[in-house]
């Protein structure tokens, strides 16, 4: 039927291989027992790279090096980076989904590097994800486990104070959606909630004392959109998060 089109065309355009899907039931009475349903596709290149410039208050200026390759090595993955480079930022965000399997389900692995210099601080820090992923018409799903690690290095009148700490958490992020379109939203809204627990390893002062100890993770966002006539459309968000967590223990940023 047309809804089933709809969808089916919804999750064309939502898989990252195509820049464009239209698809079409063919209305021909004299195939009505056994419609044909007509599919239009035009594929993303293979490869596509984006390169960008900006300023920000805090890190000053900087370039940006996008790319995403729909095909590493012919495997059915998406691979994307991202290098950013500044005199006070510098990072590289990498990931790698698989195409769409049975079910809507994507399996996945990220990374994340990055460099911050602020005021009399130095700042390294990197994490490692893998997890999988279920988008549905309503309801998306997110599990993985992540481990993460934060150096940060203070500048003091008696010397320079580093601070270590690591943590290993399990993640689950849940969004409902209630939409007239999932990729251009103008009446509707959405929940998106995120829960985690885990352990955190901490060495944060000069004489070595550990910090460690679990903590636990909360985060919630509503969404709300709404048409306001004359080609007009409104948006309005709550959100709210909180990490739980005795206070010495130390938790990488």
């Not at 990931?95 to 990374?111: D, F, M, Q, V």
């Not at 209630?178 to 251009?184: A, F, H």
């Amino acid at each position: 039927d047309v809804c089933s089109s709809d969808l089916f065309q919804e999750r064309l355009q939502k898989s990252g291989l195509f820049e464009g899907a239209s698809v079409a039931l063919d209305t021909d009475p004299a195939t009505a027992e056994a419609a044909p349903v007509n599919v239009q596709l035009r594929e993303l290149p293979l490869q596509q790279a984006t390169f960008g410039t900006g300023y920000s208050a805090n890190t000053g200026p900087r370039v940006t090096v996008e790319h995403i390759h729909r095909q590493p090595f012919g495997w059915e993955w998406i691979a994307k980076n991202k290098v950013e480079l500044g005199p006070k930022l510098k990072s590289w965000t990498g990931e790698l989904t698989s195409y769409p399997l049975e079910g809507l389900y994507r399996n996945l692995i990220a990374g994340h590097v990055e460099r911050l210099e602020a005021v009399k601080e130095v700042r390294d820090s990197a994490s490692l994800r893998i997890g999988r992923s279920q988008d549905t018409t309503r309801i998306e799903r997110l599990t993985f486990a992540e481990v993460t690690h934060s150096k940060l290095d203070t500048a003091s009148d008696t010397g320079t104070i580093t601070s270590n700490n690591d943590a290993l958490s399990g993640n689950y992020h849940w969004i409902y959606r209630d939409l007239d379109s999932v990729l251009l939203p103008t009446d509707g809204q959405t929940l998106s909630t995120q829960t985690a627990v885990g352990y955190a390893l901490s060495r944060r002062d000069t004489s070595g004392t550990d910090h460690n100890g679990p903590f636990a993770r909360l985060y919630g966002r509503y969404t709300l959109y709404r048409p306001l006539g004359a080609a007009w459309y409104g948006t309005a968000r709550i959100e709210a998060g909180q990490v739980i967590t005795r206070h010495a223990v130390g938790i990488p940023d």
